[in-house]
């Protein structure tokens, strides 16, 4: 299991998070997602979705934690364990606070070798 937060919805974020956490129930992972906003996904994902948001009532703060927001925000994890995210960004250099934030992560996954290059 892994705690998960990330928007669930239509946007950028949103879109990415809801299909992860999608990609995730269907190899079985079982995640416990935190959405960040209202979360947002089809009459056929309910279901799913409802699940793993009940996981995240009695999630356990020693699986590790995976947060898909933005660079200058990612310090909020329920976990006692490894802190993971990944982020998007547009320019080609980043920001004292996003390079602070993202330094305190166990792990940082880019999206592409351009935002790896940046990071």
Same mark, same amino acid.
């Given at each position: 299991?892994?705690?998960?937060? @990330?928007?669930?919805?239509?946007?950028?974020?949103?879109?990415?998070?809801?299909?992860?956490?999608?990609?995730?129930?269907?190899?079985?992972?079982?995640?416990?997602?935190?959405?960040?906003?209202?979360?947002?996904?089809?009459?056929?994902?309910?279901?799913?979705?409802?699940?793993?948001?009940?996981?995240?009532?009695?999630?356990?703060?020693?699986?590790?934690?995976?947060?898909? #927001?933005?660079? #200058?925000?990612?310090?909020?994890?329920?976990?006692?364990?490894?802190?993971?995210?990944?982020?998007?960004?547009?320019?080609?250099?980043?920001?004292? =606070? =996003?390079?602070?934030?993202?330094?305190?992560?166990?792990?940082?996954?880019?999206?592409? =070798? #351009? @935002?790896?290059?940046?990071?």
């Amino acid at each position: 299991m892994i705690n998960v937060c @990330s928007p669930v919805n239509e946007l950028g974020y949103g879109t990415v998070g809801r299909n992860l956490v999608k990609a995730m129930i269907e190899i079985g992972v079982k995640p416990a997602l935190f959405p960040i906003g209202n979360a947002v996904v089809a009459n056929s994902e309910m279901a799913a979705f409802a699940k793993a948001v009940e996981r995240a009532k009695f999630y356990n703060p020693h699986h590790p934690s995976f947060r898909l #927001w933005h660079a #200058w925000d990612l310090s909020q994890h329920p976990t006692k364990s490894k802190r993971s995210a990944a982020t998007f960004f547009e320019l080609d250099s980043l920001k004292h =606070e =996003e390079i602070y934030q993202l330094s305190q992560m166990d792990c940082v996954f880019a999206f592409g =070798e #351009w @935002s790896a290059d940046v990071m």
